[in-house]
């Protein structure tokens, strides 16, 4: 099964010259959608980690059942004014103005080992925040792993200090 073809493309989308890859198509084929959990699984499969965290929301789509198929723990990371308890708040720059991202405060131990996982891999952004607040609780990250890597963005670069996994490349 090729799961690039599972996948729509949508061009000129959040805004022109992006063509966004559309995963809701192969989330609706539970074949290939297994399919891609599997392969994610298989991906990293020579890697020690006791607990699975994804960012908000196309990473619980796939660290989630990840975690049910390996019987690890999840930990979704959210935007500001999402978890309910004590949560550990990381700021970023984005092209214009600042985002933020937020864990609760004591979902990761230290030295705990983390596997990171999000549907996509663009520029790195999202992801190295996520590192720093798993690290800000004493984590260690083992692996970053994408369903979905766009190698022309070069988000490797910016994740060039972990191990960094992906299934599908564009």
Do not use: W
């Not at 660290?63 to 999840?74: C, D, I, L, R, V």
């Not at 214009?96 to 663009?122: C, F, M, N, W």
Request: aromatic share 8%.
């Amino acid at each position: 099964m090729n799961l690039k073809d599972k996948i729509r493309v949508v061009e000129d989308f959040p805004k022109e010259g992006i063509s966004f890859k559309d995963i809701t198509t192969l989330l609706q084929d539970g074949k290939a959608y297994k399919r891609a959990v599997d392969l994610c699984i298989e991906a990293v499969k020579d890697k020690e980690f006791d607990i699975i965290i994804g960012p908000e929301a196309r990473g619980f789509l796939i660290g989630a059942p990840m975690s049910y198929a390996t019987g690890k723990g999840f930990v979704p990371v959210r935007k500001p004014g999402k978890l309910p308890y004590e949560t550990v708040k990381y700021e970023y720059e984005l092209e214009y103005g600042t985002d933020a991202l937020e864990i609760h405060r004591d979902s990761i131990k230290p030295g705990q080992k983390v596997l990171i996982v999000d549907d996509l891999l663009a520029t790195g952004g999202t992801i190295l925040s996520t590192i720093k607040l798993i690290e800000q609780l004493g984590g260690q990250v083992v692996s970053v792993l994408f369903l979905i890597e766009l190698e022309f963005l070069n988000g490797r670069d910016t994740l060039k200090d972990y191990d960094v996994k992906s299934v599908i490349k564009y």
